[in-house]
C-alpha cells in the first residue's frame, strides 16, 4: 500500500514528539557523546537505538501510521553548531566501523545519521507488523527533515544568513541517507523560512535525480496565529502557493502552537489548498509549572479540537508535535479511527505569491496589471539607479515598487535589468533578493538572460511569472522555450510565453495562434507544464508600424485573441502595452488615452493581464467621448487621421500627474517626520547641517526637518512627544501582525537616522564636543542560553535594540550562566537578555536569576523565546525558591524583539530622559 494511494482513503495518523519520548528516558550526558552534544538527539541513532525503536513501537502500538526517523537536525549545516573535536563516542556503541565522528565531513556524518535513523524505524515498523494485534494498517517511515538554521529570504536582521545553492547541498546529503536507509516520504517540517523550504525541494529533487527515485513529500509551515510564518510575515497562503508546484504531495502545518490557534489557519488551508493537508499542533500552549515548562492540553480535549479539521475542513494528516504522547496519539487514533477526510473544493483559480501575499491569475474582474516602471530599459530613473557607478541605489528602486504597489494598487512588477553596462546575471537576482525583504506584492521576473533567470528564481521567496518563453532561437539548436524551462520548471513558475518564432515575432493573427499552439503543446509534452501556467503574450507593436500594405497590427492582435483562447479553456493571454505607444513618451495623454482605449478593446476579446505603466491606463468612460472615438478609429481603423487629431488635442492637455496617497508635503513637519518613519520611508541623501559652529554630516534627508523643528521644540519634548509615541504605535502593530519584521527594521533605521542628528545636537547644547565618541542609550549583554544552539529569537532581538540605540554586547549560543553574569558585571550592563527554543534550557533562565539575587546584583533581566511566557517569567522571578517577599522584581517578558526595545526605553525614561541618550 504506497503511502500516496492511501491519501483520502481514511484519516492517517503521524505520531508524537519524539523530544518530549527522549527526555523521559533521562539519559546521561554520555549518550550524547558528552554536554555539548546534548541537545543533539539525532546522535542517539548510535548510542540508543533500541530505546528509539521502543519510542517507534509506543506509536505504532496506539495507532500511528507514520513514524518520524530521529533525523530533524540531522544535515551538514545543523551539525556544524557544534565542536565534533570535543566529542567522546565511548558510550555510542552503534556507530559504523568506518565512521570516526571525530575527523569524518560532516556530509559523511549526515549520511550516516540518516541511514541509521531510517533503519531503526523499519525495524520497529518490522518488528511492530509481526505482533498478534497489529490490525493490518498502511506504515510508513517519514524521514523528519527541519530547517538548516541558516536563513535565505532577504533581511536587515543579524540572522545567519545562507545562499540557496548551500541550502540545496545541505539538504540533498540529507536526502541521500533517508533514501539509502529506506524512508517511504520526506517530512519536510517546521519551516520558518518560504526561500530555505524551496531550497530543501531542490536538495531532495538533486538526491531523487541520482538515485534515480522519488519519495513522497509532506511540506509543513510553522506560522503563528495570524497565519503566517512570522519571521518573514509569510501568509500560508503564499507559502502554499510557492511551493504547490514543485512536486510537493501534502502541504500543512505544525508546531508553535496548539490546535485551538491553528483553528483559522487549518480552515484557510481548507478553502485553496490543492493538496492533502497535514495538522500537527502542539499539546497546546506551553506553561510554566514549578519552574518547569510543560503542555497541558489532554489527549482527549486535543482529540476533541482536532476532529473537526477531519470531518468538516477534510485534513487528510494528523498528529502531534511538542508535548505530544502516545497518550495524546491513541485518542487521535480512538476519535478519528476509519473517518474519511471530508471532500473539500478549493478555490480553482491559479494563484502567484511573494514573499507575504498572494496575487491571482484571474481577470474575471478586470485587467491583471502588471507595473512595467522597475525596468532599466524603460525607465530614466532605474537606469540611472542601476547604471551609475558606485552602489546600486536600492532607494531608488524601493520608491519605484512603493509607487506601484503602495501608491496604485499594482499587485503585480515586473523587474528587468537586461543591460550593456552592468551584469544582468549578477543585478537581476541582487535586485530581487534585495526588494523582498518588506515587500508585498509579487514579481514578474524578466529577462533574455536564461543564467539570469536561473538564478533569480533561486533567490526569490514566492512563486513568479518568469517573462519569457519562446520559440526563438537561443542558441544554436535550442529554443527559448527549452533554455528556461529546462532550468526552471521545478520552481512550479508561471510562464509568460511569446509569440515569437525562428523568424521573429509573429504578425498576424493566424501567425500568433500557430505559435501559441505549438509553445503549448511543447511545453506540455517537454517539461510537463499545464496550460493553466502559461500567459500567451499576443505581441504589441508601435502604432502605424507596419511594413506589410493593408496590415493593422492592432486589429491583428485583436482578432487572434479569442482564438488563443480556444487552444486551452485554462489559458491565459497577455500583452506588454507599452511598445503600442512607442515614441509618445512627450505626449502623455495620447498614450493614456490609446493604451486605455485598446486595452479595453483587447478586454473584450479576451485579454487577461498588461504589463503597462498604471499611469497610463484608466477606465475609458472617465475619458472624453470624442478622445475615444478617435482612438477607435486609429485602432479598429488604421486612421492616421485620427491619430493626428488626436496628437493635436494632445499637446493642448496637461497631464502626467502621479497620484500618491501620501504625500508628505501636505503634513506638518512634526507629522512628516513621524510618517516617514512609520513608512520606512527613506530619502538617501548626504550633506552638511550647520548649528552653532558646528557641522553635522547627515545620510538621510530627515535631518533637515528634524534640524528645522528643533528650532521650536525642545529635543527632549520632541522625542518623548513625537518620536517615542511613533515607536510604541509600530511596536504595537508589529504585536498586532500589521507590520512586518522586515518593515519595523526599516522604520527603525530612519528612526536612527533622526536620532542621531538630535544626539550630536543634545550634545551641542550641553557643551559637549559632538565629534567626542556616541553615548548609546544602554548597554544590553544578550545571548542564547547553555545548552541551546537557537540563535534567530535573540538575532532579532539585537538587530532591534541596536537600530534603536542600544549598545549590544552578543555572547552568541550555549553561553554558560556565569558568563551572562561576568559580562554584565564587566561591562557595566543595563541589562541582560537571555533566550531559550526549548522547554528544557527555558529553565537556566531561573538559574540565572537565583545567582544574580545571591550575588545582590539588582539588573533587569529581559527574556524571550518559543517556551517563554509570563508565567514562565514569574517562576524566573521567583528564582527557585517560594518566598514571595524575597522575588526577583527584575523580569521582563518579551514575547518580540520590539518588546526588548520597548522596555529598555521605558526602564529608562524611570531613570530620567536625559540619561535616555
Same mark, same amino acid.
Given at each position: 500500500?504506497?503511502?500516496?494511494?492511501?491519501?483520502? =482513503?481514511?484519516?492517517?495518523?503521524?505520531?508524537?514528539?519524539?523530544?518530549?519520548?527522549?527526555?523521559?528516558?533521562?539519559?546521561?550526558?554520555?549518550?550524547?557523546?558528552?554536554?555539548?552534544?546534548? *541537545?543533539?538527539?539525532?546522535?542517539?541513532?548510535?548510542?540508543?537505538?533500541?530505546?528509539?525503536?521502543?519510542?517507534?513501537?509506543?506509536?505504532?502500538?496506539?495507532?500511528?501510521?507514520?513514524?518520524?526517523?530521529?533525523?530533524?537536525?540531522?544535515?551538514?549545516?545543523?551539525?556544524?553548531?557544534?565542536?565534533?573535536?570535543?566529542?567522546?563516542?565511548?558510550?555510542?556503541?552503534?556507530?559504523?566501523?568506518?565512521?570516526?565522528?571525530?575527523?569524518?565531513?560532516?556530509?559523511?556524518? +549526515?549520511?550516516?545519521?540518516?541511514?541509521?535513523?531510517?533503519?531503526?524505524?523499519?525495524?520497529?515498523?518490522?518488528?511492530?507488523?509481526?505482533?498478534?494485534?497489529?490490525?493490518?494498517?498502511?506504515?510508513?517511515?517519514?524521514?523528519?527533515?527541519?530547517?538548516?538554521?541558516?536563513?535565505?529570504?532577504?533581511?536587515?536582521?543579524?540572522?545567519?544568513?545562507?545562499?540557496?545553492?548551500?541550502?540545496?547541498?545541505?539538504?540533498?546529503?540529507?536526502?541521500?541517507?533517508?533514501?539509502?536507509?529506506?524512508?517511504? @516520504?520526506?517530512?519536510?517540517?517546521?519551516?520558518?523560512?518560504?526561500?530555505?523550504?524551496?531550497?530543501?525541494?531542490?536538495?531532495?529533487?538533486?538526491?531523487?535525480?541520482?538515485?534515480?527515485?522519488?519519495?513522497? *513529500?509532506?511540506?509543513?509551515?510553522?506560522?503563528?496565529?495570524?497565519?503566517?510564518?512570522?519571521?518573514?510575515?509569510?501568509?500560508?497562503?503564499?507559502?502554499?502557493?510557492?511551493?504547490?508546484?514543485?512536486?510537493?504531495?501534502?502541504?500543512?502545518?505544525?508546531?508553535?502552537?496548539?490546535?485551538?490557534?491553528?483553528? +483559522?489557519?487549518?480552515?484557510?488551508?481548507?478553502?485553496?489548498?490543492?493538496?492533502?493537508?497535514?495538522?500537527?499542533?502542539?499539546?497546546?500552549?506551553?506553561?510554566?509549572?514549578?519552574?518547569?515548562?510543560?503542555?497541558?492540553?489532554?489527549?482527549?480535549?486535543?482529540?476533541?479540537?482536532?476532529?473537526?479539521? @477531519?470531518?468538516?475542513?477534510?485534513?487528510?494528516?494528523?498528529?502531534?508535535?511538542?508535548? +505530544?504522547?502516545?497518550?495524546?496519539?491513541?485518542?487521535?487514533?480512538?476519535?478519528?479511527?476509519?473517518?474519511?477526510?471530508?471532500?473539500?473544493?478549493?478555490?480553482?483559480?491559479?494563484?502567484?505569491?511573494?514573499?507575504?501575499?498572494?496575487?491571482?491569475?484571474?481577470?474575471?474582474?478586470?485587467?491583471?496589471?502588471?507595473?512595467?516602471?522597475?525596468?532599466?530599459?524603460?525607465?530614466?530613473?532605474?537606469?540611472?539607479?542601476?547604471?551609475?557607478?558606485?552602489?546600486?541605489?536600492?532607494?531608488?528602486? #524601493?520608491?519605484?515598487?512603493?509607487?506601484? @504597489?503602495?501608491?496604485?494598487?499594482?499587485?503585480?512588477?515586473?523587474?528587468?535589468?537586461?543591460?550593456?553596462?552592468?551584469?544582468?546575471?549578477? @543585478?537581476?537576482?541582487?535586485?530581487?533578493?534585495?526588494?523582498?525583504?518588506?515587500?508585498?506584492?509579487?514579481?514578474?521576473?524578466?529577462?533574455?538572460?536564461?543564467?539570469?533567470?536561473?538564478?533569480?528564481?533561486?533567490?526569490?521567496?514566492?512563486?513568479?511569472?518568469?517573462?519569457?518563453?519562446?520559440?526563438?532561437?537561443?542558441?544554436?539548436?535550442?529554443?527559448?522555450?527549452?533554455?528556461?524551462?529546462?532550468? +526552471?520548471?521545478?520552481?512550479?513558475?508561471?510562464?509568460?510565453?511569446?509569440?515569437?518564432?525562428?523568424?521573429?515575432?509573429?504578425?498576424?493573427?493566424?501567425?500568433?495562434?500557430?505559435?501559441?499552439?505549438?509553445?503549448?503543446?511543447?511545453?506540455?509534452?517537454?517539461?510537463?507544464?499545464?496550460?493553466?501556467?502559461?500567459?500567451?503574450?499576443?505581441?504589441?507593436?508601435?502604432?502605424?508600424?507596419?511594413?506589410?500594405?493593408?496590415?493593422?497590427?492592432?486589429?491583428?492582435?485583436?482578432?487572434?485573441?479569442?482564438?488563443?483562447?480556444?487552444?486551452?479553456?485554462?489559458?491565459?493571454?497577455?500583452?506588454?502595452?507599452?511598445?503600442?505607444?512607442?515614441?509618445?513618451?512627450?505626449?502623455?495623454?495620447?498614450?493614456?488615452?490609446?493604451?486605455?482605449?485598446?486595452?479595453?478593446?483587447?478586454?473584450?476579446?479576451?485579454?487577461?493581464?498588461?504589463?503597462?505603466?498604471?499611469?497610463?491606463?484608466?477606465?475609458?468612460?472617465?475619458?472624453?467621448?470624442?478622445?475615444?472615438?478617435?482612438?477607435?478609429?486609429?485602432?479598429?481603423?488604421?486612421?492616421?487621421?485620427?491619430?493626428?487629431?488626436?496628437? #493635436?488635442?494632445?499637446?493642448?492637455?496637461?497631464?502626467?500627474?502621479?497620484?500618491?496617497?501620501?504625500?508628505?508635503?501636505?503634513?506638518?513637519?512634526?507629522?512628516?517626520?513621524?510618517?516617514?518613519?512609520?513608512?520606512?520611508?527613506?530619502?538617501?541623501?548626504?550633506?552638511?547641517?550647520?548649528?552653532?559652529?558646528? =557641522?553635522?554630516?547627515?545620510?538621510?534627508?530627515?535631518?533637515?526637518?528634524?534640524?528645522?523643528?528643533?528650532?521650536?521644540?525642545?529635543?527632549?519634548?520632541?522625542?518623548?512627544?513625537?518620536?517615542?509615541?511613533?515607536?510604541?504605535?509600530?511596536?504595537?502593530?508589529?504585536?498586532?501582525?500589521?507590520?512586518?519584521?522586515?518593515?519595523?527594521?526599516?522604520?527603525?533605521?530612519?528612526?536612527?537616522?533622526?536620532?542621531?542628528?538630535?544626539?550630536?545636537?543634545? $550634545?551641542?547644547?550641553?557643551?559637549?564636543?559632538?565629534?567626542?565618541?556616541?553615548?548609546?542609550?544602554?548597554?544590553?549583554?544578550?545571548?542564547?542560553?547553555?545548552?541551546?544552539?537557537?540563535?534567530?529569537?535573540?538575532?532579532?532581538?539585537?538587530?532591534?535594540?541596536?537600530?534603536?540605540?542600544?549598545?549590544?554586547?552578543?555572547?552568541?549560543?550555549?553561553?554558560?550562566?556565569?558568563?551572562?553574569?561576568?559580562?554584565?558585571?564587566?561591562?557595566?550592563?543595563?541589562?541582560?537578555?537571555?533566550?531559550?527554543?526549548?522547554?528544557?534550557?527555558?529553565?537556566?533562565?531561573?538559574?540565572?536569576?537565583?545567582?544574580?539575587?545571591?550575588?545582590?546584583?539588582?539588573?533587569?533581566?529581559?527574556?524571550?523565546?518559543?517556551?517563554?511566557?509570563?508565567?514562565?517569567?514569574?517562576?524566573?522571578?521567583?528564582?527557585?525558591?517560594?518566598?514571595?517577599?524575597?522575588?526577583?522584581?527584575?523580569?521582563?517578558?518579551?514575547?518580540?524583539?520590539?518588546?526588548?526595545?520597548?522596555?529598555?526605553? $521605558?526602564?529608562?525614561?524611570?531613570?530620567?530622559?536625559?540619561?535616555?541618550?
Amino acid at each position: 500500500m504506497s503511502f500516496k494511494s492511501e491519501l483520502g =482513503k481514511q484519516v492517517l495518523i503521524l505520531d508524537g514528539a519524539m523530544g518530549t519520548m527522549v527526555q523521559n528516558l533521562e539519559l546521561s550526558d554520555a549518550a550524547f557523546g558528552g554536554p555539548a552534544f546534548k *541537545m543533539l538527539t539525532d546522535l542517539l541513532v548510535f548510542s540508543r537505538p533500541e530505546d528509539l525503536e521502543g519510542i517507534h513501537l509506543e506509536y505504532l502500538r496506539v495507532g500511528a501510521n507514520l513514524i518520524e526517523t530521529d533525523t530533524f537536525g540531522a544535515s551538514p549545516l545543523r551539525l556544524k553548531e557544534f565542536d565534533f573535536s570535543k566529542f567522546d563516542p565511548s558510550d555510542l556503541k552503534a556507530i559504523p566501523n568506518q565512521l570516526d565522528i571525530k575527523t569524518c565531513s560532516l556530509e559523511s556524518l +549526515t549520511l550516516q545519521l540518516n541511514i541509521e535513523g531510517c533503519r531503526i524505524a523499519k525495524r520497529a515498523i518490522e518488528k511492530y507488523r509481526a505482533e498478534s494485534d497489529y490490525d493490518g494498517r498502511p506504515l510508513y517511515v517519514a524521514g523528519s527533515i527541519g530547517p538548516s538554521n541558516y536563513v535565505v529570504s532577504s533581511t536587515q536582521a543579524n540572522l545567519n544568513k545562507g545562499t540557496f545553492d548551500q541550502i540545496v547541498d545541505n539538504f540533498y546529503y540529507q536526502v541521500l541517507g533517508l533514501i539509502e536507509g529506506g524512508a517511504d @516520504v520526506l517530512l519536510i517540517e517546521t519551516q520558518q523560512d518560504i526561500l530555505e523550504t524551496k531550497a530543501i525541494i531542490e536538495g531532495a529533487n538533486k538526491a531523487f535525480a541520482e538515485k534515480k527515485t522519488r519519495l513522497p *513529500m509532506i511540506v509543513q509551515a510553522t506560522v503563528d496565529v495570524f497565519s503566517k510564518m512570522q519571521i518573514f510575515n509569510t501568509d500560508i497562503h503564499a507559502a502554499y502557493t510557492t511551493v504547490s508546484g514543485m512536486g510537493i504531495d501534502v502541504f500543512g502545518i505544525n508546531c508553535n502552537v496548539g490546535p485551538k490557534e491553528m483553528e +483559522t489557519t487549518v480552515e484557510k488551508l481548507s478553502r485553496f489548498c490543492r493538496h492533502p493537508i497535514s495538522v500537527v499542533p502542539n499539546a497546546g500552549q506551553p506553561i510554566s509549572e514549578d519552574g518547569q515548562t510543560c503542555y497541558k492540553l489532554s489527549p482527549e480535549d486535543m482529540a476533541n479540537l482536532m476532529e473537526p479539521f @477531519v470531518r468538516e475542513h477534510g485534513v487528510a494528516i494528523v498528529g502531534g508535535c511538542c508535548g +505530544t504522547t502516545p497518550a495524546h496519539i491513541k485518542a487521535l487514533r480512538e476519535k478519528l479511527n476509519g473517518v474519511i477526510p471530508a471532500l473539500r473544493q478549493p478555490d480553482e483559480k491559479i494563484y502567484v505569491s511573494g514573499p507575504q501575499e498572494v496575487s491571482a491569475i484571474d481577470s474575471s474582474k478586470g485587467l491583471l496589471r502588471i507595473g512595467e516602471r522597475l525596468n532599466v530599459r524603460g525607465s530614466k530613473l532605474v537606469q540611472e539607479a542601476v547604471e551609475s557607478e558606485g552602489e546600486i541605489s536600492m532607494q531608488v528602486l #524601493e520608491e519605484v515598487v512603493n509607487e506601484q @504597489v503602495r501608491d496604485l494598487g499594482i499587485e503585480i512588477i515586473d523587474v528587468c535589468m537586461d543591460s550593456n553596462i552592468v551584469e544582468t546575471e549578477d @543585478v537581476l537576482p541582487k535586485i530581487i533578493h534585495g526588494l523582498t525583504s518588506d515587500f508585498k506584492g509579487v514579481m514578474c521576473l524578466d529577462s533574455f538572460s536564461v543564467e539570469a533567470l536561473d538564478k533569480a528564481i533561486k533567490s526569490y521567496p514566492g512563486r513568479p511569472i518568469i517573462n519569457s518563453i519562446s520559440l526563438e532561437e537561443y542558441k544554436k539548436g535550442e529554443s527559448k522555450l527549452d533554455a528556461v524551462l529546462s532550468c +526552471t520548471n521545478s520552481h512550479g513558475a508561471i510562464y509568460i510565453a511569446l509569440v515569437n518564432g525562428p523568424e521573429g515575432p509573429a504578425q498576424t493573427a493566424d501567425e500568433k495562434y500557430n505559435l501559441a499552439a505549438e509553445i503549448v503543446k511543447q511545453a506540455g509534452e517537454k517539461y510537463g507544464v499545464t496550460p493553466d501556467q502559461i500567459l500567451i503574450d499576443v505581441n504589441a507593436y508601435p502604432i502605424g508600424s507596419e511594413s506589410i500594405e493593408g496590415l493593422n497590427f492592432c486589429a491583428e492582435t485583436l482578432k487572434s485573441l479569442p482564438r488563443i483562447k480556444k487552444i486551452h479553456p485554462d489559458l491565459k493571454t497577455s500583452i506588454g502595452v507599452g511598445n503600442l505607444t512607442n515614441g509618445l513618451a512627450k505626449k502623455p495623454y495620447m498614450r493614456k488615452v490609446l493604451t486605455s482605449v485598446f486595452l479595453d478593446e483587447a478586454r473584450k476579446a479576451g485579454l487577461d493581464c498588461a504589463i503597462l505603466n498604471p499611469n497610463h491606463y484608466v477606465p475609458p468612460e472617465s475619458l472624453p467621448v470624442d478622445d475615444v472615438a478617435l482612438a477607435l478609429k486609429v485602432i479598429l481603423e488604421r486612421d492616421m487621421g485620427a491619430f493626428d487629431q488626436l496628437e #493635436e488635442i494632445a499637446l493642448t492637455k496637461k497631464t502626467g500627474v502621479k497620484q500618491k496617497k501620501v504625500d508628505y508635503a501636505d503634513l506638518s513637519t512634526e507629522d512628516s517626520i513621524c510618517a516617514k518613519i512609520k513608512d520606512g520611508f527613506k530619502q538617501k541623501e548626504e550633506g552638511v547641517i550647520e548649528k552653532e559652529g558646528a =557641522k553635522f554630516s547627515y545620510r538621510d534627508h530627515i535631518a533637515l526637518e528634524v534640524s528645522e523643528i528643533t528650532e521650536r521644540h525642545e529635543p527632549l519634548d520632541f522625542v518623548s512627544g513625537y518620536l517615542m509615541k511613533t515607536m510604541r504605535e509600530l511596536g504595537d502593530a508589529f504585536g498586532r501582525g500589521e507590520v512586518s519584521l522586515p518593515h519595523l527594521l526599516k522604520s527603525a533605521d530612519v528612526m536612527r537616522n533622526a536620532m542621531e542628528f538630535l544626539e550630536w545636537f543634545m $550634545r551641542l547644547k550641553s557643551g559637549v564636543n559632538p565629534e567626542d565618541e556616541i553615548q548609546y542609550k544602554g548597554t544590553v549583554v544578550i545571548g542564547t542560553v547553555y545548552q541551546d544552539v537557537h540563535s534567530i529569537g535573540k538575532d532579532l532581538a539585537k538587530t532591534l535594540l541596536e537600530n534603536y540605540g542600544y549598545r549590544v554586547i552578543d555572547l552568541g549560543v550555549q553561553v554558560p550562566l556565569e558568563k551572562f553574569i561576568e559580562t554584565a558585571e564587566k561591562e557595566n550592563a543595563d541589562a541582560i537578555g537571555s533566550s531559550a527554543l526549548l522547554v528544557q534550557t527555558s529553565n537556566h533562565m531561573i538559574t540565572i536569576a537565583k545567582m544574580l539575587k545571591e550575588r545582590s546584583f539588582d539588573i533587569p533581566i529581559l527574556i524571550g523565546g518559543a517556551p517563554v511566557n509570563s508565567r514562565h517569567a514569574g517562576y524566573v522571578a521567583m528564582h527557585g525558591q517560594d518566598d514571595t517577599n524575597n522575588i526577583f522584581n527584575n523580569i521582563f517578558y518579551c514575547q518580540s524583539g520590539m518588546d526588548g526595545v520597548n522596555i529598555m526605553n $521605558r526602564l529608562k525614561e524611570k531613570e530620567g530622559l536625559s540619561d535616555f541618550f
